[in-house]
């Protein structure tokens, strides 16, 4: 028998669940979640119970309480901290429960503790205490600030002498897409000098400017309340948009520079490119990665996106389409 001759399969690709911080929050984030899947449920609910017991208050209160619209800010960081590391934690195991096992993992700023908590490196019950606890240290350090993100070239922050003496760039997730932090009382003037250069810009919910020297009066009293946190060897490589690369329990002063350091969402997604590409599972609330990570791939590249939760709802239909394509890519 003659035949033409096979090419040979391409590798499947990895699957990287990826999570956010800051910025992409909002009112009842996955809330028919909540309501419908009770592996989902559980973990708030666990999360809602340390909160409360340590905090004296209810993060499920606050995400779901009457009145709450997720056109209303979301910028009360002692419950918005807590709540985007419990909706990512709790979205993480859901997708474990249903037999999805990633193959490696990837945070950005707050997103790199759901990370590494999901990964085993940290306990859920400390990463949540410590997540929950911060917002109290930068309100006693701290001055008011705030974050910007820019739809344009990071470029700009140099052209432009109010952004280079005012701001800091926070973030670059791809060639037309960075962030901003500054100190609140410089925010009118930066946004009116980005709308003077036509760039759009959106201010995030957020009450510090995190990423830049603004929060440095944080560091000492960060250093002694989070900088001796454990951390064991993970269950799959946990890649972080702070170092760019694999993190490890040895990886020095890691938690410090999460919050500290610029975000290189962009430089990290490149060097994953570089290796062959992955599927990757946006855990955000908002898709936050997906959307910025899709400027980055290139035509040719083999990756996928996959989006687990949306603010327009019907997460419950979009849980069980991701379940079904990544149980279609590993079969």
């Not at 669940?17 to 009842?28: D, I, L, N, P």
């Not at 694999?246 to 610029?262: C, E, F, K, M, N």
């Not at 060097?271 to 990570?293: N, R």
């Not at 290139?298 to 939760?309: D, F, H, I, N, Q």
Request: hydrophobic content about 45%; aromatic content about 8%; proline content about 6%.
């Amino acid at each position: 028998m003659t035949g033409y001759p096979q090419r040979a399969a391409s590798p499947p690709l990895p699957v990287l669940f990826c999570f956010a911080g800051q910025g992409s929050q909002y009112y009842g984030m996955a809330a028919d979640l909540m309501a419908e899947d009770d592996v989902f449920c559980h973990w708030m609910r666990s999360g809602d119970a340390i909160v409360a017991q340590r905090h004296g208050f209810s993060i499920l209160a606050e995400l779901y309480g009457e009145g709450r619209r997720p056109a209303t800010p979301f910028d009360r960081l002692e419950a918005s901290h807590p709540a985007l590391f419990l909706v990512q934690y709790a979205l993480a195991k859901t997708l474990l429960h249903h037999g999805l096992r990633p193959d490696m993992l990837l945070g950005a700023s707050l997103g790199e503790t759901v990370a590494q908590s999901v990964a085993g490196m940290t306990s859920f019950e400390a990463s949540l205490c410590a997540v929950a606890d911060q917002p109290a240290l930068f309100r006693r350090t701290c001055p008011a600030g705030g974050m910007v993100a820019v739809l344009g070239s990071p470029d700009l922050h140099a052209r432009r002498p109010l952004l280079a003496a005012r701001s800091e760039v926070a973030g670059v997730n791809a060639d037309g897409h960075f962030v901003l932090s500054a100190l609140a009382a410089d925010l009118p003037a930066i946004e009116a000098d980005l709308a003077a250069c036509e760039a759009a810009f959106q201010r995030l919910p957020v009450p510090f400017a995190f990423h830049s020297r603004f929060i440095d009066a944080a560091e000492d009293a960060w250093r002694g309340a989070f900088g001796q946190q454990r951390r064991e060897a993970a269950f799959w490589p946990v890649w972080s948009c702070c170092t760019g690369g694999v993190i490890g329990p040895a990886t020095p002063d890691l938690s410090w520079r999460i919050v500290r350091q610029r975000m290189n969402v962009q430089q990290t997604l490149l060097t994953l490119e570089k290796q062959g590409g992955a599927i990757y599972v946006d855990l955000s609330p908002s898709g936050t990665l997906a959307a910025v990570f899709r400027q980055s791939l290139g035509a040719t590249s083999p990756s996928r996106l996959l989006s687990v939760v949306s603010p327009f709802g019907d997460n419950v239909e979009r849980l069980r389409k991701t379940v079904a394509a990544l149980g279609h890519c590993h079969a």
